[in-house]
């Protein structure tokens, strides 16, 4: 697997009420097969910063290397789960989305299926490989988005918030499953979240950026053996100390908001 | 799904089998408006407030549509008006879905087609057909273009909103795993839109069928059920009228429970895009 070497990355939003920043001179490395969290509240440009390392958006300064190599745009050396379990394409069943990455690849339709079932496997769906997303849970629908962002086999898997939309029991589960996924397949992982906990619970290292503009507070080794155990001390230190960072972030986003009416928050 | 639904609520309730219960509101349902429109037909037939030959009995109908059926007269015209729709109505979704897809894709053509559909849509169909009719003179070519013209709109338009919907997720998730600009059309943007496709399909295809039937009383073509219609007005043969307007009726639904709710069945509704529709 590949480092990540994010260099002075700033983003600025031409909106109608003029010219918002969305991240400022962001710096900082990720090694090889590490899982990095990005936390901070909505508005702090973490997505933003997400969009910029998967290609979506170009920075207006700086730049972001990949194994050694400048990000121009989108590519398959990404792999790329959303928030949104719409993500997935409801005319496809499960496999056939996993199967998706590997088909535009040009790999034949027998060996790209024994590969998606693998991945389905993987993230416990083996039963349901013929289903079509309608009719699984959000949770599932999440594992499916994450073995089809792992089915192409980039090195970089890069997360937007993909367990938020779920309940807390069925998030904790996802949460436990994505750190035996990791495990398994060290890929470099950037995991963006607004939840303190699964950051703490999933994370090597949380970068922690404040809004206004967006930049990197501060980042913060997890030094916890895996796997973690939400209810030891040493973990609910972790996320006091990441809670008292993130404090005075959030109350100023608040207020920006209200003063703002509907801001740019491309940060989810 | 609503019919899945009310089949396990039937079960739950106990007495009947599971699908019973739902199989008899389907029966129900499917013969009510037969029932009800026939009954109040008898009624007034049998009742002389018109003369017979004006207003026959369901019996009269029957016979002629027999009569007419077995003699081949009926089939033929049935057969004509068939070709004839499928021939506009085809030429209306390949046009209809090129420039659908083109507005849906790309800025120019939006501006180019958009304002052309907005001011040529509304206009009634009928009204275009003298027009048709001095252009290409009466005949075949007359009546398959103007079905052609006027039901392309409904297509159109409906493809152009479906392109323009297709979820920017499935964009981005697509682009992120290597999709290129032309598979991104075929394996993306169509299946995406295809829940709004249809239903222009299905709109162009019922504004084909009510101009076609109109314009083969007008485009003085030798067979067709819109003239069968027509022509039996003349020699006050109220029955043979009733049984083309009966076959339109037939081939009417039965392109619509046949054709496009099989479709529907097999794609967005097996896919959750869309409900299933009623039964």
């Not at chain 1, 936390?39 to 702090?44: A, E, I, Q, R």
């Not at chain 1, 170009?58 to 745009?73: H, M, Q």
């Not at chain 1, 629908?141 to 918030?161: F, G, K």
Request: proline share 5%.
């Amino acid at each position: 697997m590949v480092p990540i070497e994010i260099r002075d990355v700033t983003l600025v939003y031409d909106t109608p009420g003029g010219k918002v920043p969305g991240v400022k001179d962001v710096n900082f490395n990720i090694d090889a097969s590490e899982f990095v969290c990005i936390l901070g509240p909505s508005g702090c440009g973490k997505s933003t910063l997400l969009n910029i390392i998967a290609g979506f958006l170009a920075p207006a300064a700086g730049e972001i290397l990949i194994g050694g190599k400048a990000v121009t745009g989108h590519g398959m050396d990404r792999g790329v789960v959303f928030q949104d379990f719409a993500q997935l394409f409801p005319w496809r069943t499960a496999l056939g989305n996993v199967a998706f990455g590997l088909e535009m690849k040009g790999v034949p339709k027998q060996e790209r299926e024994t590969i998606a079932r693998e991945q389905l496997r993987l993230v416990k769906l083996e039963k349901f490989v013929a289903s079509y997303p309608h009719h699984l849970s959000g949770g599932m629908q999440q594992r499916v988005a994450i073995a089809r962002a792992l089915a192409y086999n980039p090195s970089v898997l890069l997360m937007d918030e993909p367990f938020a939309a779920l309940d807390a029991l069925t998030r904790d589960d996802m949460q436990r499953l994505l750190a035996d996924v990791w495990r398994e397949t060290r890929k470099t992982v950037i995991y963006v979240t607004h939840n303190v906990a699964e950051a703490v619970y999933l994370a090597d290292r949380v970068v922690v950026m404040t809004p206004h503009p967006g930049t990197v507070k501060m980042v913060i080794p997890i030094k916890l053996t895996r796997p973690r155990d939400p209810l030891s001390v040493e973990f609910l230190d972790y996320q006091k100390e990441l809670l008292a960072h993130l404090g005075h972030g959030t109350a100023e986003t608040q207020e920006h908001k209200k003063a703002n009416g509907k801001a740019p928050t491309t940060g989810g | 799904m609503a019919v899945q639904d009310s089949a396990s609520a039937v079960g739950v309730a106990g007495a009947t089998g599971p699908s019973a219960g739902a199989r008899w509101r389907t029966i129900t349902l499917n013969t009510y408006p037969f029932v009800v429109v026939g009954a109040i037909w008898e009624v007034v037939a049998h009742s002389g407030m018109f003369p017979r030959k004006l207003f026959p009995t369901l019996e009269d109908i029957a016979r002629s549509f027999i009569d007419l059926t077995v003699s081949g007269i009926l089939p033929h015209h049935a057969i004509d008006t068939l070709l004839r729709l499928l021939a506009g109505f085809g030429l209306a979704a390949i046009v209809g879905l090129i420039i659908g897809v083109s507005m849906g894709r790309s800025r120019r053509a939006e501006d180019i087609f958009l304002p052309l559909v907005s001011i040529l849509a509304p206009i009634p169909g009928l009204a275009y057909t003298p027009l048709f009719l001095l252009w290409f003179g009466p005949g075949e070519v007359s009546a398959v273009l103007l079905v052609a013209f006027v039901s392309m709109f409904a297509v159109i338009y409906n493809t152009w909103t479906g392109v323009k919907s297709v979820k920017e997720i499935w964009l981005r998730s697509a682009q992120a795993m290597g999709a290129d600009d032309r598979r991104m059309f075929s394996h993306v943007i169509l299946p995406g839109a295809l829940p709004y496709i249809l239903t222009g399909l299905r709109l162009g295809l019922a504004q084909a069928w009510r101009i076609l039937v109109a314009v083969e009383m007008l485009a003085a073509v030798p067979w067709g059920l819109g003239w069968l219609i027509f022509g039996a007005r003349e020699f006050l043969n109220t029955d043979a009228m009733m049984a083309g307007v009966v076959v339109i009726a037939l081939i009417g639904l039965g392109l619509e429970k046949y054709v496009f709710q099989k479709i529907e069945d097999y794609t967005v509704v097996r896919w959750g895009m869309i409900g299933a529709m009623a039964p």
